[in-house]
């Protein structure tokens, strides 16, 4: 299974652009790189999920370079509900290895 | 349409004794997975079913067991508990099989104390 590595913590304002980077090297060549949002006390959220360049949703777009090693979340002028840990993941199997994860904290 | 229903909610038990939480998942989703979260581990996998057979297994004791029903309800119990169970113990649902990178969908979990 692919080991991930993300920043433990991120601060921004509010207004502002985040973009979170995860390193992911050893990925395989089936392996989908997917985001989850989670707020204290509650599950994780599914955000965004991709394979390769660029995919866009309502609330995140996740950018991932042709080698595939590493893969950037992208929240467009997060709000104070931004505040969550934000989890990386990389891999095909349900056993889904969640790391630590970035704590970011949006200031007014 | 309703979401991940986990049950308890909440739970103290004392050490040595067993604890059974139950998951529901979401209508149609035949994969059930459970995980464990506490401050100093982060969120571990515990185990997954699918259509009532355990898929994959984390690295816990063999304390942790689980079962999954016909109707895709699945239960997990911890047996001669200890003080460093307490955690909050999450399971997800997906549609499962097939290509396996489909959305996983986590309920409020339960959040066990063991004193």
């Known amino acids: 299974l692919a080991k991930t590595t993300q920043p433990i913590s991120m601060d921004s304002y509010e207004g502002q652009e985040v973009n979170i980077t995860c390193s992911h090297n050893n990925i395989a060549t089936n392996d989908y790189i997917t985001w989850y949002q989670q707020f204290p006390s509650q599950g994780p959220r599914f955000i965004i999920q991709?394979?390769?360049t660029k995919v866009t949703n309502e609330v995140a777009s996740l950018f991932i370079p042709a080698d595939r090693k590493s893969s950037t979340l992208s929240l467009p002028r997060v709000s104070l509900s931004d505040t969550a840990v934000y989890y990386c993941?990389?891999?095909?199997?349900?056993?889904?290895?969640f790391g630590a994860g970035t704590r970011l904290t949006v200031k007014p | 349409k309703a979401g991940v229903t986990q049950t308890p909610r909440y739970l103290i038990k004392t050490r040595g004794q067993q604890v059974t939480l139950s998951c529901s998942p979401i209508?149609?989703?035949?994969?059930v997975s459970w995980y464990q979260q506490t401050p100093g581990q982060g969120l571990q996998f515990l185990f997954e079913?699918?259509?009532?057979?355990?898929?994959n297994k984390g690295n816990f004791p063999g304390r942790f067991s689980g079962r999954q029903f016909s109707n895709s309800r699945s239960e997990m119990n911890v047996s001669t508990l200890e003080l460093g169970d307490s955690a909050l113990y999450l399971c997800a649902s997906s549609l499962g099989g097939g290509v396996l990178n489909t959305e996983a969908f986590f309920g409020q979990g339960t959040r066990l104390t063991v004193v």
């Open positions: 993941l990389v891999g095909l199997r349900r056993d889904m290895r």
């Open positions: 991709g394979y390769k």
């Open positions: 209508s149609g989703h035949r994969s």
């Open positions: 079913y699918f259509s009532e057979t355990q898929r």
